[in-house]
């Protein structure tokens, strides 16, 4: 248990389909990432926030719509993906960009396939 | 541009091997780390290092900051080490909130 939590687990949707997925941490960290892990690729960084402001946006689709409300939560919105965007998405928090060469702590991770 | 390299890709060993998983990097870093992830998909961080060397249980990390080189080492491996080991580094690349740039992954699979 790395104190960052992601739902659902395993997510199948179709293309027309609208979903979220959640990331919770209780560690007390200011930034916020959401990577992709798609088959025999590396892990992507796709979005940043830090004090729930997005800092970097990855030259990601805008099917993919990420949210911070706070620094403890961070969504991400999916809509009218295609099968390509099927992958594993992982989400991570860290004390956050100030503080740079600090600990990573991952999530389980989410398995979206997309229909 | 910003690479990370792992090698290998692939590594079966039997149980009791002393493991070597090797990282390279192209540019200055701020700092590495060795990731674990298990087939469920979760990633846990194994060692963050800048400089130097790290030891945790059986589990060694090295880095050599001139070479741009960084080793994990796992002694008197066990089937329970089989996991995708991650190298990944923080680039030097200035202000910014940037993340992670990871390498592929090396699958290791240790068998009884």
């Known amino acids: 248990e790395t104190g960052v939590t992601q739902t659902p687990r395993h997510l199948v949707m179709g293309m027309t389909n609208k979903k979220s997925l959640k990331c919770e941490q209780h560690?007390?960290?200011?930034?916020m990432y959401w990577y992709k892990q798609s088959a025999k690729k590396p892990l992507e960084l796709m979005f940043v926030?830090?004090?729930?402001?997005?800092?970097e946006n990855n030259s990601v689709p805008s099917r993919f719509s990420p949210e911070c409300p706070n620094s403890s939560h961070l969504f991400l919105h999916l809509h009218t993906l295609q099968p390509e965007d099927s992958a594993l998405y992982l989400c991570?928090?860290?004390?956050?960009?100030?503080?740079?060469?600090?600990?990573?702590?991952f999530g389980q991770g989410t398995r979206l396939t997309v229909v | 541009k910003n690479e990370v390299e792992q090698s290998p890709q692939n590594l079966t060993a039997q149980e009791g091997e002393f493991i070597t998983i090797n990282c390279s990097y192209s540019?200055?870093?701020?700092?590495l780390h060795w990731l674990q992830q298990h087939p469920g998909g979760g990633i846990v961080s194994l060692f963050m290092?800048?400089?130097g060397k790290k030891k945790h249980g059986r589990l060694i990390a090295t880095i050599n900051i001139q070479e741009k080189h960084s080793s994990l080492h796992i002694t008197a491996s066990h089937p329970r080490d089989s996991a995708v080991y991650i190298c990944a580094v923080r680039f030097s690349s200035g202000g910014g909130a940037d993340g992670l740039t990871f390498g592929k992954g090396t699958h290791l699979i240790i068998q009884p």
């Open positions: 540019v200055g870093i701020s700092a």
């Open positions: 926030y830090s004090l729930e402001e997005r800092v």
């Open positions: 991570a928090s860290s004390q956050g960009p100030a503080v740079r060469d600090t600990e990573a702590f």
């Open positions: 560690l007390g960290h200011n930034a």
């Open positions: 290092l800048s400089s």
